[in-house]
């Protein structure tokens, strides 16, 4: 079999050199976050770029695209997981084509230096600082997503989120907005109507970074991942990255609400044991990574919100702060932590925004995203559009601009199209954790006790295990029962969950 596929094993290990570059990238990003010395931005940038140039000139190579044509030609031979491989190197390399080298070291070298703006600029509450920077951001991305949408005569916005969420459409995710818009509203009214009747005691003490990452780490240990292969460390904004070996978590502590940075932790870790478990056998080929960005959402807000803001969880948690950590009385119990951790009211901060809102502020930077993709909106034409959306679907107004539409990275950093993965992802979460206890009933007597392994043995089975092999639709199919991302599942489990 082996001669017979001689060339679509040459692919193969072109591909897996492609694969540890981009992990290097990642790690290189990582370092940039955590231990960059201030001096060394603008080299880390060049050195970021020409890593990127690196990969995106043997990702559009005349002999990539040899060796794809002549494995196609001994697909006979090929299972059904290198079938799967070779249509999406063959699909990654159409997207490539459509950008030449200059237009993507102009992208890279415009996102890393607005990102870095960026971190000054929010700091300062200064976007006029920004809007140069960020226009031509948006400028590269829209001329990225038109020689794509060209090239694959699709919208150019789909094009975009086809980059974190493979094969979603604009007209599909506008049909479940269009729900949860209409839906919503009347349900965080009624939460917040019915909460306001709750007492809730607000935690008394002021605890130290070092006993909330000893606190996260415990937790870490409970939800499975292996800190063999993975670290924990402190960033601006919580992320995980790196690879099967090497997943690095980060999360942000604030000393007077414990809850943000261990709620950061659980969600990272959800994203971390995704990577973990993807499939050995193709770690270093596209099939073998993670299919988008939603399912990768889903699986850290399966273990945020679903499973980690569930009664059970939230049980075990307090044991845990009183029995190992000796934080007790009533503030620590598990009906005052529950009330706490899900609390609804609209805030201006998506991060730290409840399952409830949280669909909104997605749904306001896709409809703003949208409108910078078609030209419409210009970076100077944010501050107003964002306050007015915020005002119309939450019924809050920011003060300043660091706390509106400087709050976020993804734009600087060229991530249009990203954000629907968030609410895609809560809504999967939830079609999974329904399909999850149908087939283990015991889960939530297990979180109970702090365990995830009938959790996790369903997510590995139906979802992680299968890497990038099934289209988006299938894989939903496969891990959920259903073909399309199901709003009414997602609604039904807050209105049961919160009334």
Not at 111 to 123: H, I, L, Q, Y
Not at 182 to 201: G, H, M, N, S, V
Request: glycine share 6%; charged share 25%.
């Amino acid at each position: 079999m082996a001669k017979q596929i001689t060339q679509y094993l040459k692919l193969e290990n072109k591909l897996k050199q492609l694969t540890h570059l981009r992990n290097l990238a990642s790690v290189l990003h990582w370092d940039a976050e955590i231990n960059l010395p201030k001096g060394a931005t603008a080299n880390r940038h060049e050195e970021l770029a020409t890593l990127t140039m690196l990969t995106h000139e043997m990702s559009t190579s005349q002999e990539l695209g040899n060796l794809i044509e002549a494995a196609t030609q001994e697909i006979g031979y090929l299972d059904e997981w290198q079938k799967s491989n070779l249509a999406t190197i063959k699909r990654s390399y159409e997207h490539a084509q459509c950008i030449n080298p200059d237009l993507q070291h102009a992208y890279s070298i415009a996102t890393s230096e607005c990102e870095f703006v960026w971190r000054e600029a929010r700091k300062k509450n200064d976007f006029t600082q920004l809007i140069p920077h960020l226009d031509h951001v948006f400028k590269l991305s829209r001329k990225i997503a038109d020689l794509k949408a060209s090239h694959f005569n699709k919208d150019p916005y789909d094009m975009l989120m086809d980059g974190y969420d493979p094969d979603r459409s604009t007209t599909e995710i506008q049909g479940v907005y269009d729900i949860l818009k209409r839906e919503l509203p009347k349900l965080i009214e009624k939460i917040t109507a019915k909460q306001q009747a709750e007492k809730i005691i607000n935690l008394p003490d002021k605890i130290d970074e070092n006993i909330q990452k000893t606190i996260g780490l415990r937790l870490i240990e409970k939800m499975g991942f292996d800190m063999d292969k993975g670290r924990l460390d402190k960033s601006a904004h919580p992320f995980c990255s790196g690879s099967n070996d090497d997943v690095r978590l980060t999360t942000r502590y604030d000393e007077n609400n414990f809850i943000t940075g261990l709620f950061g932790i659980i969600h990272e870790t959800g994203h971390g044991l995704y990577q973990q478990n993807l499939p050995e056998s193709y770690r270093n080929q596209p099939v073998g990574q993670p299919k988008g960005m939603a399912f990768h959402e889903s699986q850290s807000l399966i273990m945020e919100c679903q499973a980690g803001t569930s009664f059970e969880f939230i049980q075990f948690l307090a044991r845990l702060l009183r029995d190992e950590f000796g934080f007790k009385g009533p503030a620590y119990s598990a009906e005052n932590l529950y009330k706490l951790v899900n609390r609804v009211q609209p805030s201006l901060i998506r991060v730290e925004a409840d399952e409830v809102t949280y669909p909104l502020h997605v749904i306001i930077r896709f409809e703003i995203e949208q409108a910078i993709i078609k030209d419409r909106v210009q970076a100077t034409d944010l501050p107003h559009l964002w306050n007015t959306k915020m005002k119309e679907y939450l019924g809050i107004t920011p003060t300043n601009d660091s706390e509106g539409c400087m709050q976020d990275v993804h734009w600087p950093a060229g991530l249009l199209g990203y954000f629907p993965c968030y609410t895609n992802g809560a809504i999967i979460a939830s079609m999974l954790m329904k399909a999850a206890q149908i087939k283990y009933p015991a889960i939530k007597t297990e979180l109970r006790e702090g365990s995830f392994e009938s959790l996790n043995t369903y997510l590995n089975q139906n979802l992680r295990n299968f890497g990038a092999q099934k289209s988006s639709s299938e894989l939903l199919k496969t891990s959920t029962g259903y073909e399309k991302i199901n709003p009414g599942i997602f609604l039904d489990y807050l209105a049961g969950k919160y009334l």
